[in-house]
């Protein structure tokens, strides 16, 4: 497996960090992760290994204000921020991996964005994978919440630790143990944040019937950083036929990572296998 690093200009010109993965022969597709609130890139290695040795080349980026990116941890100016930095990250994808079917991947934060960014831009996309999603309901206290819609217009840059419990993460505390010793993880969200992400949120959600492209949602039932309701109520209004979304009983917030994570990323190649073997068809026909 070949793992190479670098940056690319995204949103304003921010040069933003990111890697990819990449098996011994020619890839059969390409997965773009995109990472959740205070992660980075570094930790899907599990599901790295897994895809690629399924023939898949992986990119994933250090969101702004995150990881080896710049910028204030936890804060953007405005949303489309993330979805201008997703845009770039994905035409640079195109460009070194022409003519390769590109599906995108995003846990948490990191599917809100690419939830808002499908139903935009669907063009040059096979379909989405989200996994726990942050949508509706979140695992932040209502007083900082309050702060943040308070602040957001006079401080915007105002950071609070969110107060999300690592031990929600993983059912497996050497993941939790690994997770509070990594220094490239943050706890913070700013003021601007907050209500660009509502915002976002409820936007995504007023547009859900719009979906074009193929979905696969995951959430663990267990989950108390992004609650599972909130899923399977935008499951519900999505009315593009192509579309799965799955429960897994007793699981916390980072499926990727949790202690059932190889049963998920079954599921996620089998999904992935099937919708690579449609575009096959389609091209033979």
Known sequence: MKNIAGTFKGAGGLSLYYQSWHPQERSRAVVAI?????????????????????????????????GHSPGQRGHINRWTEFREDLSAFLQQIWQQEPNCPCFVWGHSLGGAIVLDYALRSPQGLRGAIVTAPALGKVGVSRLKLAIGRVFSRVYPRLSLKVGL?????????????????????????????????????????????????????????????????????????????????????????????????????????????????????????
Do not use: M
């Open 34 to 66: 995109v990472h959740g609130l205070g992660a980075h890139s570094g930790l899907f290695l599990p599901a790295v290994e897994y895809l690629v040795s399924l023939g898949y080349a992986v990119y994933a980026f250090d969101l702004r204000g995150h």
């Open 165 to 285: 419990n690592h031990h929600a993460s993983s059912r497996n505390p050497n993941v939790i143990s690994a997770y509070s010793q990594d220094p490239l993880r943050h706890e913070y969200g700013s003021a601007r944040l907050a209500t660009e992400f509502f915002a976002a949120v409820d936007w995504i959600e007023n547009h859900a019937s719009e979906l074009q492209i193929p979905l696969l949602l995951l959430h663990g039932s267990a989950d108390q950083v992004t609650h599972p309701e909130s899923s399977w109520l935008f499951c519900e209004r999505v009315t593009y036929p192509d579309k799965k979304c799955y429960e897994y009983p007793g699981s916390y917030h980072d499926l990727y990572a949790d202690t059932n994570y190889q049963e998920v990323l079954v599921d996620i190649g089998n999904w992935l296998e099937q919708h690579l073997q449609e575009i096959d068809d389609s091209q033979a026909a």
